[in-house]
């Protein structure tokens, strides 16, 4: 994915572009392209909860994104975030900077792509942060804005956006400018939550972002929620490991460890764990005997799995 700076730009200049996108996409304003087969979600929807924030000049991004950790339920304000995710030298905030951000504040941070997950998402109560391209393709203006409702009978969405909040936007204009960014969309829940459209390897990934970057409690909370859902996710399960590891509870990671090995006995990495947790609990026995499983299987952490080897058979009984 292209990585891209968001920018403000003046009212007047604003109107200038917006009138660009109409004139170059259509002379006269058609119908947005709502998807098909959105059964289950209501016509109209709008999240009241979600704060805004008014930018300051160039500072769309920590506002967008003070808005959605504030709605998520922490006490954040724009200006508490400008050093973690705006880039003075760029006068923007980066893509990524927008995803650590999150991350760091203990927020499960998840990318999502298209109209029909938006639409789910805002008809799920979650706010979502897009990126918009306000320019055209060669004179890009890049901004951020908080989409918190749609109302498909009157073909608009609606945004915090810039100086405006609730602010109405024909869907065909938002498609275009939405389109011109890559349709980046950005989600931050509490990491317990699921995205509506969650999938499985996405949502794991975006735990393992909060694991990190050491918050360990969240992406512990991420990883419960993660294997309710998914119980024989070996990934998840991986990380509930390390995080109760990083957190010192070892007869938690070990119980975890188990079951992978359990139910991933091919796993030299769950062997390899398992035996390290062991160790660390006194029972060099068992780990012996975990980390030759481990060795025996090999594969691509065959050198780690050696040492940990090793380092068991050094210890005094």
């Known amino acids: 994915m292209r990585v891209q700076v968001a920018k403000k730009i003046s009212p007047g200049l604003r109107c200038m572009v917006l009138s660009a996108l109409v004139l170059s996409g259509c002379a006269v304003l058609q119908r947005g392209d709502w998807p098909q087969g959105l059964a289950g979600i209501p016509a109209k929807s709008e999240i009241a909860s979600v704060p805004f924030f008014p ?20 006490a954040v304000e724009p200006a508490d975030l400008t050093e973690k995710v705006y880039t003075a030298s760029l006068k923007g905030s980066l893509q990524p900077a927008m995803i650590a951000g999150a991350r760091r504040s203990g927020r499960l941070a998840y990318v999502i792509s298209g109209t029909e997950p938006l639409l ?13 391209n306000l320019g055209l393709s060669w004179i890009p203006v890049w901004h951020y804005a908080v989409a918190v409702g749609y109302d498909t009978a009157r073909d608009e969405v609606m945004l915090h956006s810039g100086l405006n909040a609730r602010q109405r936007i024909p869907m065909p204009v938002f498609q275009n400018t939405w389109a011109r960014a890559e349709d980046w969309g950005l989600l931050v829940l509490k990491p317990g939550e699921f995205p509506a459209t969650a999938v499985e390897g996405r949502f794991v990934e975006a735990v393992l972002g909060l694991e990190k970057v050491k918050q360990s ?3 512990a909370d991420g990883y419960r929620a993660a294997l309710s859902r998914w119980p024989h996710n070996l ?16 007869e938690s ?7 992978a090995a359990a139910l991933h006995p091919d796993s030299g990495a769950a062997w390899n764990n398992l035996a390290d ?22 594969g691509p952490g065959q050198d780690v799995f050696q040492k940990t080897l090793e380092e068991i058979q050094a210890v005094t009984p």
């Open 55 to 74: 930018q300051d000049e160039y500072q769309c991004g920590p506002a967008a994104l003070a808005m959605a950790l504030t709605w998520s339920g922490l």
């Open 277 to 298: 947790v062991l160790l660390r609990q006194g029972r060099k026995g068992e780990a012996l005997d975990a980390a030759r499983k481990a060795v025996a299987l090999g």
């Open 217 to 219: 409690a969240a992406a």
């Open 253 to 259: 990671a070990e119980t975890v460890f188990r079951r």
């Open 235 to 250: 990934a998840a399960m991986m990380g509930l490991g390390n995080s109760y590891y990083v957190l010192g509870d070892l």
């Open 120 to 132: 789910r998402e805002i008809a799920a109560g979650h706010p979502v942060i897009v990126l918009q």
